[in-house]
C-alpha cells in the first residue's frame, strides 16, 4: 500500500485518485488523509487509505444499493433512460450508469453542465443540452467543491427527452380524445334537444294544418311534458276539445232551429188555411144573395120607385 499512488498522495493532505483493483479487473476509489498524532500535532502516524468501489457508488445512485439494504419502496433509476453519475475536474466519469455500465473513470464527459460548473464562473445548471452520447436530454447538476484535492466533483442528472416528455404527450392524447369525445357528446345532446323541441312543434303545426281543414277533433298526440311545449300541446288540445263541443253544440241549435222552422211552416199553413175556409163560406153565401129572388125582388122594386119619382 506505501507504494501506491493513494499512499504517496497522501501523505500530506487528503486526496482522491483512482486505481485499478488487485487484478485489474474494477475501478477502486481511494480516499488517503494523513493521520497526526493527538499528543505530537506535528507528527504523522500514518496515511489512512479507504477504497471505494466504482461500482457501489454507482449503485448507491442508482438507488440498487438502497434495495440491496432491504428498501422495496425505492425507486431505481429514473425511467427507463434517466441515470446520475458524478464527474470529477478532469471530465472523466468517476460512477458508472446503466447506459454505461462500465463508464467509471473511463467516459470523458465535456457536456454543457460539466463546462458551466468548473468554468471561470462555477454555476449549476438545470435544462435540455446533449449529453455524453450526444443525445437531447433534459437534466439538473450540482456541484461539490470538498476542500480536498481530486474532490471536485460535479452531480448530474439526466433523462432522456422523449421519455421525459412523455407523460406531457400522453396527457395531450387523452386531451384531445376526451375533447373529441366530449365534442361528439355535444353534437349528440345538441341534435336530441334540438329534435326533442322540434318534434312536438312540428306535431302542433300539423294539428294546426289538420283544424284549418276542417278536422276539427284533431288532437296532438305523444306529448306529455312539463314545460312550455307540454303547457301549449296540453293548452292545444283543450282548445280542440272546446272547438269540437262549441261546433256540435252550434249543429245541435242548427237541428233544433230547423225542427222549429218546420213546425212553424206546417202552422203557417194551418192557419192559413183555417182563414181561408171562413172567407169561402161567407164569399159563397153572398154569391148566393146576389143569385137569388130576395135580391131580385129588391132591384126591382128599387128601380120602380125610382121611375115614379
Same mark, same amino acid.
Given at each position: 500500500?506505501?507504494?501506491?499512488?493513494?499512499?504517496?498522495?497522501? *501523505?500530506?493532505?487528503?486526496?482522491?485518485?483512482?486505481?485499478?483493483?488487485?487484478?485489474?479487473?474494477?475501478?477502486?476509489?481511494?480516499?488517503?488523509?494523513?493521520?497526526?498524532?493527538?499528543?505530537?500535532?506535528?507528527?504523522?502516524?500514518?496515511?489512512?487509505?479507504?477504497?471505494?468501489?466504482?461500482?457501489?457508488?454507482?449503485?448507491?445512485?442508482?438507488?440498487?444499493?438502497?434495495?440491496?439494504?432491504?428498501?422495496?419502496?425505492?425507486?431505481?433509476?429514473?425511467?427507463?433512460?434517466?441515470?446520475?453519475?458524478?464527474?470529477?475536474?478532469?471530465?472523466?466519469?468517476?460512477?458508472?450508469?446503466?447506459? !454505461?455500465?462500465?463508464?467509471?473513470?473511463?467516459?470523458?464527459?465535456?457536456?454543457?453542465?460539466?463546462?458551466?460548473?468548473?468554468?471561470?464562473?462555477?454555476?449549476?445548471?438545470?435544462?435540455?443540452? *446533449?449529453?455524453?452520447?450526444?443525445?437531447?436530454?433534459?437534466?439538473?447538476?450540482?456541484?461539490?467543491?470538498?476542500?480536498?484535492?481530486?474532490?471536485?466533483?460535479?452531480?448530474?442528472?439526466?433523462?432522456?427527452?422523449?421519455?421525459?416528455?412523455?407523460?406531457?404527450?400522453?396527457?395531450?392524447?387523452?386531451?384531445?380524445?376526451?375533447?373529441?369525445?366530449?365534442?361528439?357528446?355535444?353534437?349528440?345532446?345538441?341534435?336530441?334537444?334540438?329534435?326533442?323541441?322540434?318534434?312536438?312543434?312540428?306535431?302542433?303545426?300539423?294539428?294546426?294544418? !289538420?283544424?284549418?281543414?276542417?278536422?276539427?277533433?284533431?288532437?296532438?298526440?305523444?306529448?306529455?311534458?312539463?314545460? !312550455?311545449?307540454?303547457?301549449?300541446?296540453?293548452?292545444?288540445?283543450?282548445?280542440?276539445?272546446?272547438?269540437?263541443?262549441?261546433?256540435?253544440?252550434?249543429?245541435?241549435?242548427?237541428?233544433?232551429?230547423?225542427?222549429?222552422?218546420?213546425?212553424?211552416?206546417?202552422?203557417?199553413?194551418?192557419?192559413?188555411?183555417?182563414?181561408?175556409?171562413?172567407?169561402?163560406?161567407?164569399?159563397?153565401?153572398?154569391?148566393?144573395?146576389?143569385?137569388?129572388?130576395?135580391?131580385?125582388?129588391?132591384?126591382?122594386?128599387?128601380? !120602380?120607385?125610382?121611375?115614379?119619382?
Amino acid at each position: 500500500m506505501s507504494k501506491t499512488p493513494s499512499y504517496r498522495l497522501g *501523505k500530506d493532505h487528503t486526496y482522491i485518485t483512482a486505481e485499478c483493483a488487485e487484478g485489474g479487473n474494477f475501478l477502486e476509489l481511494h480516499v488517503a488523509t494523513p493521520v497526526w498524532s493527538l499528543s505530537d500535532p506535528i507528527k504523522k502516524l500514518g496515511v489512512l487509505v479507504n477504497c471505494y468501489s466504482a461500482g457501489v457508488l454507482s449503485r448507491v445512485l442508482s438507488g440498487d444499493y438502497v434495495l440491496d439494504l432491504g428498501a422495496i419502496t425505492q425507486c431505481v433509476g429514473i425511467g427507463k433512460t434517466g441515470h446520475t453519475y458524478l464527474v470529477n475536474k478532469e471530465g472523466t466519469m468517476i460512477t458508472s450508469t446503466p447506459l !454505461e455500465p462500465n463508464g467509471a473513470f473511463r467516459q470523458k464527459v465535456n457536456t454543457y453542465p460539466v463546462q458551466m460548473g468548473f468554468g471561470a464562473n462555477p454555476q449549476e445548471v438545470q435544462g435540455a443540452w *446533449k449529453d455524453y452520447r450526444d443525445a437531447p436530454v433534459f437534466g439538473a447538476s450540482m456541484r461539490f467543491p470538498f476542500p480536498a484535492p481530486g474532490m471536485d466533483w460535479i452531480l448530474i442528472t439526466e433523462q432522456h427527452q422523449t421519455e421525459a416528455l412523455l407523460p406531457l404527450s400522453i396527457l395531450r392524447r387523452r386531451f384531445i380524445q376526451t375533447g373529441t369525445v366530449s365534442l361528439v357528446l355535444v353534437i349528440l345532446l345538441a341534435c336530441l334537444t334540438a329534435k326533442a323541441i322540434t318534434d312536438p312543434i312540428a306535431a302542433i303545426t300539423k294539428a294546426t294544418r !289538420e283544424i284549418s281543414a276542417g278536422h276539427f277533433s284533431t288532437n296532438v298526440e305523444g306529448i306529455h311534458r312539463k314545460d !312550455e311545449i307540454g303547457i301549449l300541446a296540453q293548452s292545444f288540445n283543450s282548445m280542440s276539445r272546446d272547438l269540437t263541443s262549441a261546433i256540435s253544440e252550434i249543429t245541435q241549435k242548427n237541428e233544433d232551429l230547423g225542427k222549429a222552422n218546420d213546425s212553424l211552416r206546417r202552422m203557417t199553413r194551418f192557419v192559413s188555411h183555417e182563414i181561408r175556409n171562413p172567407l169561402s163560406v161567407i164569399d159563397a153565401h153572398l154569391a148566393m144573395l146576389l143569385d137569388g129572388p130576395v135580391w131580385r125582388t129588391h132591384a126591382r122594386a128599387g128601380k !120602380e120607385s125610382t121611375h115614379c119619382t
